[in-house]
């Protein structure tokens, strides 16, 4: 029987997951055999790994779960799966053809299925596999970047150079007034570490206007912050030690990006150049009071500029540029405290571990979020130039071990 929920729900979901498709394959145009296939670095999987493992996905919780349909090519669950094979044995692959085959088998399937699936009940679920396609799309766009540059990190060149006439942006900060907010999101779409929403305290506290750009990285750099231990926690020393790093992964010296945000620089780094500078990294509950706080309302924002869904005129998101951009591109994304390029662009680490909120209940697995609560990643905000919309939002909570350097992640400064 056929469910009585408004057909609009219905065919909203079915666009998300076209939409989303789409983009997803936009990636993979004119890719090569060796490039689908290479494991670019060695945290991730290749990028052809992460298009089977959308197939699986999708296969596994909407058509073998919530349908009770047998599995979609069983013979692809021991590569295609999180934790059956290790990250350098997932090189392995059927070609390209082959893997889009396996997904459009499953697509047409799963919509078919969305034409009589009880989506009251599963609609979390549904919102949660467009999230997690979203996810993997992100990490084929920037694991793509990283075999473009690899072993090359002078070629890096985002998009948008400075003008010549144009001088790098002053560093200043927004006073931000102490008090209670609401924290995290029980939206239909909230994944299960952004739950449950709650209030929070905060003291009074400044904030960056903008992430710190390459320009203010390179005084720390020239200071030679990399060299004076008294810049640098114990364990980010130790780390220092161990890795002889002098600059961010991928730097650019070129001058005229000096207005895009730093990047490539893992927690350590980040801690560092806040102590360089006399500052520190906003906690988690500061980051996103920041971003996501009416003042004038006195409510919360789904996004920095209220609840209207992200655009190319508001952030640099969804690989539309696919590169960073200066830090004040996007006059319609500030806040309502008037912080710039908190979404989109890059990643920012916080000073919080990431764990769980009060109430935490695991969905749909235990190993989505639970499994980093382990005293060990920090959180990050803010999402990169890379992601996708459907994962784009001030509550959305990425984790990091604090030695990973990522192309996608930098900060901004808090005291």
């Known amino acids: 029987m056929r469910s009585t929920l408004k057909p609009s729900s219905r065919e909203a979901i079915a666009l998300a997951l076209h939409q ?18 290479r494991q670019a670095h060695p945290e991730f999987s290749p990028a052809g790994w992460h298009l089977g493992h959308i197939a699986y996905t999708e296969d596994l919780w909407l058509l073998q779960r919530c349908a009770g349909f047998p599995p979609t090519f069983p013979e692809y669950h021991q590569l295609f799966a999180a934790d059956r094979l290790p990250k350098k044995d997932r090189v392995f692959l059927p070609t390209f053809s ?3 085959y396996y997904l459009d088998t499953v697509r047409k399937q799963v919509l078919n299925y969305l034409e009589t699936a009880p989506i009251e009940e599963q609609e979390r679920l549904w919102r949660f596999i467009i999230q997690h396609e979203s996810q993997h799309c992100e990490t084929i766009a920037f694991v793509l970047l990283v075999g473009q540059i690899s072993g090359q990190p002078k070629i890096v060149k985002p998009a948008f150079p400075l003008p010549s006439n144009q001088k790098p942006i002053a560093s200043e900060m927004i006073a931000i007034p ?21 209030n929070c305290s905060v003291e009074n506290y400044s904030i960056d206007r903008y992430p710190v750009t390459c320009y203010q990285y ?26 002889s790093v002098n600059q961010p992964l991928y730097w650019s010296d070129n001058p ?27 906690t988690e509950a500061e980051w996103e009071k920041a971003a996501s706080w009416s003042t004038t309302t006195m409510t919360k924002n789904i996004y920095p500029w209220g609840e209207e869904t992200p655009t190319s005129h508001r952030c640099n998101h969804d690989n539309n540029i696919g590169k960073t951009t200066p830090v004040d591109t996007f006059p319609e994304g500030k806040s309502a405290y008037n912080c710039w390029d908190m979404l989109g662009n890059v990643w920012e680490w916080t000073a919080s571990w990431f764990d769980g909120y009060k109430g935490f209940e695991s969905y749909p697995y235990r190993g989505y979020s639970q499994t980093y609560f382990d005293g060990e990643h920090r959180v990050l905000k803010g999402g990169s130039w890379a992601t996708r919309p459907w994962a784009l939002r001030s509550s959305f909570r990425n984790w990091y071990y ?14």
């Open 20 to 37: 989303c498709r789409t983009g997803t394959l936009k990636l993979f145009q004119g890719i090569d055999w060796d490039t689908f296939c």
């Open 98 to 100: 082959e893997v889009c």
């Open 178 to 198: 102490g008090g209670e907010f609401i924290m995290g999101n029980d939206d239909i779409n909230a994944l299960d570490n952004e739950r449950n929403s709650h």
């Open 218 to 243: 390179r005084q720390f750099i020239k200071s030679g912050g990399y060299q004076n231990p008294k810049y640098w926690s114990k364990l980010g020393w130790n780390w220092l030690q161990s890795n």
């Open 256 to 282: 005229t990006f000096d207005n895009h945000p730093v990047c490539g620089v893992s927690w350590y780094e980040a801690e560092a150049y806040c102590q360089f500078v006399g500052q520190r990294l906003p």
């Open 402 to 415: 604090p030695e990973v350097r990522q192309i996608i992640a930098g900060f901004r400064c808090a005291k």
